[in-house]
């Protein structure tokens, strides 16, 4: 007799970020000049710095379970942190340091979510977002963005879709955004965060990106703009993205006092603590920065330069100029709808452009939009530039 599976897990399937990486990968070992723009990961090193503190706390035998919300010195870095960058007040009570930021959000998830309430999602959305709600019985409801709106909701979007629901419990608002690149400014998060309070919606805000932002956009958490929007927030961030350390699975999560006790009792029964020496490398990153999130920043812009100007240089392709993260995402719609090669999808192209030219770069369709690709900049010029010519030349095949 076979023992079934749970409803849960039926409706989860794999990461194609990492699915994707992990077949260029394969195939760069087996002697393939493929070039991987689909890893959402910084290709630079973690800087000396914190490598150096990591190996101390090694030294010193710091390799013991620790309490599982973080060790106190971290929390305290992360308070430090929060009024340092965001003009945010926190105590440590109010911090959950996780095993990554995709940690930090379920355990938030399953705190606060029964069944069939109701997660507002803006589309194109990271892809780990559905799979989480549908693992804690929720339900995403989607609201609909394009290029031409820069990918970003309206507070009056929000509002109607609240109006239509019969169970709203939170939204996911994720800016400087995966996989457009978009950043929400301070004006459009007051107006989305205000629709929130009036309708009783939590705001989990993912800004694991808040440090890589362009062209002098600012980055605005969307709970520093009133202390009754901060008690309706849970700001995710990390330091994976910004500090090179996406190995090292650090992620936290900071709000109100009830939810981050009780997404800590869950963790509690799940990861347990984050490893003890990526806690103290963490502290190191937090506390002693030492000007390389700075030299990273301006090497992906010179990148996101690069990459926005030449995809729009290729025929029937646009792309919007992405402010934020590591990512474009262009629109290639021409090129499904004028081929002859029977591709009817963003999955069946970036299947063609692998096999045929060897780059991987994320089918659209993962983000809830098939008339684009995303690719991550998050790669070396040489890699860019060849990359790109070899797109341009992928889909001129085509038609």
Not at 112 to 124: G, K, Q, T, Y
């Amino acid at each position: 007799m076979a023992i079934c599976v749970s409803h849960r897990v039926k409706s989860i399937k794999p990461s194609p970020t990492l699915t994707v990486s992990a077949l260029a990968k394969k195939m760069m070992s087996e002697g393939i000049d493929v070039i991987n723009f689909g890893v959402g990961e910084p290709d630079f090193n973690t800087p000396d710095y914190i490598k150096n503190s990591a190996i101390e706390a090694i030294k010193d035998n710091f390799t013991r379970y620790t309490v599982t919300s973080g060790i106190p010195e971290l929390k305290q870095a992360i308070c430090d942190k929060f009024k340092r960058d965001n003009n945010l007040d926190y105590e440590p009570e109010q911090i959950l340091v996780s095993p990554g930021a995709k940690a930090s959000i379920i355990n938030v998830l399953m705190a606060v979510c029964d069944l069939r309430d109701e997660i507002f999602i803006p589309v194109p959305y990271w892809v780990s977002y559905i799979s989480q709600i549908n693992l804690v019985d929720a339900s995403p409801i989607f609201l609909p963005t394009n290029e031409f709106n820069n990918f970003r909701i309206t507070a009056e979007q929000l509002q109607d879709a609240i109006d239509g629901s019969s169970n709203p419990k939170a939204i996911i608002l994720n800016t400087p955004n995966n996989p457009t690149g978009s950043v929400y400014t301070k004006k459009e998060l007051l107006a989305i965060a205000e629709v929130c309070l009036e309708n009783n919606i939590l705001i989990i805000a993912d800004e694991i990106y808040e440090k890589l932002v362009y062209d002098g956009v600012e980055h605005v958490s969307i709970a520093s703009l009133s202390p009754e929007i901060k008690e309706i927030t849970v700001v995710v961030n990390g330091v994976s993205k910004a500090f090179a350390m996406t190995g090292w699975r650090v992620g936290y999560a900071a709000g109100p006092k009830e939810i981050i006790k009780k997404a800590g009792l869950i963790q509690g029964h799940t990861t347990s603590c984050v490893n003890s020496i990526a806690q103290k490398a963490t502290v190191t990153a937090l506390n002693d920065e030492d000007g390389s999130v700075e030299k990273m920043r301006k090497e992906f812009d010179v990148r996101r330069k690069y990459i926005y100007k030449a995809l729009n240089e290729i025929n029937n392709v646009s792309c919007v100029e992405p402010k934020g993260a590591f990512y474009a995402m262009p629109n290639i719609s021409y090129y499904i709808m004028n081929n002859k090669k029977g591709i009817k999808n963003s999955s069946q192209l970036c299947e063609y452009l692998l096999e045929e030219y060897h780059i991987a770069i994320v089918a659209g369709s993962a983000f809830g939009v098939d008339n684009y690709v995303r690719f991550s900049y998050a790669n070396s010029m040489d890699n860019i530039i060849e990359g790109v010519k070899r797109f341009k030349e992928a889909l001129h095949s085509l038609i």
